[in-house]
């Protein structure tokens, strides 16, 4: 009778809030700087014992962080299994163990924050840090640390007066193992110099290996990031979804508007490779309409986004773009989003999807021809109004509340005084050209200027 399948439980690593998970990474590093202040003490020394209660203050939101995420695990023991060290490393010494010889020496075990803070690190911004690979290599040297300190104090002891004790010989080991070498102990017989020389040459490649193994992650982290393989942590950023001919124009343009010289733009598309060497802008490879995709672009915190057509020829693509707003608009609610419209009988479903504005280029572009011959100076017009590098720019403002309730009139002088001019209005989101003169401002308004530079304020 055929065994019936089985199927592989896969385990899921619980998620906690962003905020409360970089709070425990650095609640960790400053945990790692007290670890390193309080070796170079007396444990018995006032400012030790003080670092040890802060220490275990910190222990205390450890073991809150483990038992908060065993709570969420689906599966209990392959938590525990993956995630000991968490544990481990929330250990505290406090009180009057401090003074006593071995519990020295076990403080050696918050060692283990160093690798907690590497699996939080991974974890939360997806570094690819080799931590199978760091892990082997930490436990080699670990455990040939305690070896080579008990075959020292083994040839040592009884011969050589400065060797004392066990933490004498793990002090020794560990100097020897790192390369560093003080020379305040070293051995004097046969047997203890051969495990001197074994330990120094496995002290060579541990940090040797180490080094590349560190290299070799920068090397994959900038890989990965170059061809879009690695999910983005940003805020308030710029999506640009899909990529053809107009894509490269239009961020151009976004950059070289001086209101937005700092905002970073992620580009998801189906290429290759980042198309841009400007570490402002970053990619992430495949198809704009996955949810996936977009969650790793960060699309639930990004500011707004332009979704370009796949193919300015097919009217089809535009289902491919009301697909990729709806799947953004489900992430994030609040984004605004500028669609390109390829055929004109297809705008009811872009603005069904959630577009907040609908271009359509083709349209756009015909016009303008048409009155390229009727009114010769439209089109470089309407150049000079839309490209940044030409020269004044289209801005829409909110109306400055020292004209709420007065006259249109007095608004648009005072913009001409400042060389800035008025040309339409936007109130409960309908457009308002050539305003009279005589129309009363409300709150809420917001004007459209033509500027060199971006509007100011009045005085």
């Not at 003490?41 to 203050?57: E, H, K």
């Not at 406090?94 to 050696?108: D, F, H, S």
């Not at 083994?154 to 004498?168: L, P, T, Y």
Request: charged residues 20%.
């Amino acid at each position: 009778m055929p065994q019936p399948l089985r199927i592989q439980r896969l385990y899921v690593e619980p998620k906690l809030p962003w905020i409360w998970d970089r709070f425990i990474i650095v609640v960790t590093l400053v945990t790692l700087v007290i670890l390193t202040i309080d070796f170079a003490l007396d444990p018995l020394s006032r400012t030790s014992q003080i670092l040890g209660w802060v220490d275990f203050g910190f222990c205390v939101l450890f073991i809150i962080d483990f038992g908060w995420r065993f709570h969420l695990a689906p599966r209990k023991g392959a938590f525990v299994r993956k995630n000991w060290p968490d544990l481990v490393g929330a250990i505290p010494f406090v009180g009057p163990l401090r003074g006593v010889r071995v519990i020295r020496l076990m403080r050696i075990v918050r060692l283990t924050r160093f690798v907690v803070l590497l699996r939080r690190i991974t974890r939360h911004f997806a570094v690819p840090i080799p931590t199978k690979a760091l892990g082997y290599l930490g436990l080699a040297a670990v455990l040939w640390w305690a070896f080579a300190a008990m075959a020292f104090i083994m040839f040592e002891r009884g011969v050589n007066d400065n060797i004392k004790g066990i933490d004498d010989a793990l002090w020794w080991s560990i100097t020897t193992l790192s390369t560093v070498g003080y020379g305040d102990l070293y051995p004097i017989t046969v047997g203890g110099r051969i495990v001197a020389a074994a330990t120094m040459a496995l002290g060579v490649g541990i940090l040797g290996t180490f080094g590349g193994t560190i290299a070799t992650m920068f090397l994959d982290f900038r890989e990965q990031a170059r061809k879009g393989l690695r999910a983005l942590n940003v805020k308030d950023h710029l999506l640009v979804l899909g990529w053809n001919e107009k894509a490269r124009t239009a961020i151009s343009e976004f950059c070289s508007d001086p209101r937005y010289v700092d905002t970073r733009i992620v580009v998801v598309a189906e290429l290759d490779e980042n198309p841009f060497e400007d570490p402002k802008i970053m990619f992430v490879r495949g198809l704009p309409c996955s949810t996936e995709n977009l969650m790793k672009a960060d699309a639930a915190r990004a500011g707004a986004a332009i979704v370009l057509a796949e193919d300015t020829s097919d009217r089809h693509s535009d289902h491919q773009t009301a697909l990729t707003v709806m799947a953004l608009r489900r992430i994030n609610t609040k984004i605004r989003i500028s669609a390109e419209l390829v055929a004109v009988e297809n705008r009811e479903h872009l603005d069904a999807a959630g577009c907040d504005a609908v271009i359509d280029a083709v349209s756009v572009a015909s016009g303008l021809l048409v009155r390229g011959v009727q009114d010769v100076g439209v089109p470089e017009l309407i150049a000079h109004l839309l490209t940044n590098d030409i020269g004044s720019e289209v801005y829409r403002v909110p109306v400055d509340p020292a004209f709420i309730g007065k006259c249109y009139r007095d608004y648009v002088v005072d913009n001409l005084g400042r060389r800035q001019t008025v040309v339409a209005l936007r109130r409960d989101g309908k457009m308002i050209l050539q305003a009279d003169p005589d129309h009363l401002l409300e709150e809420g308004d917001h004007a459209f200027i033509i500027s060199v530079d971006p509007p100011t304020e009045s005085k």
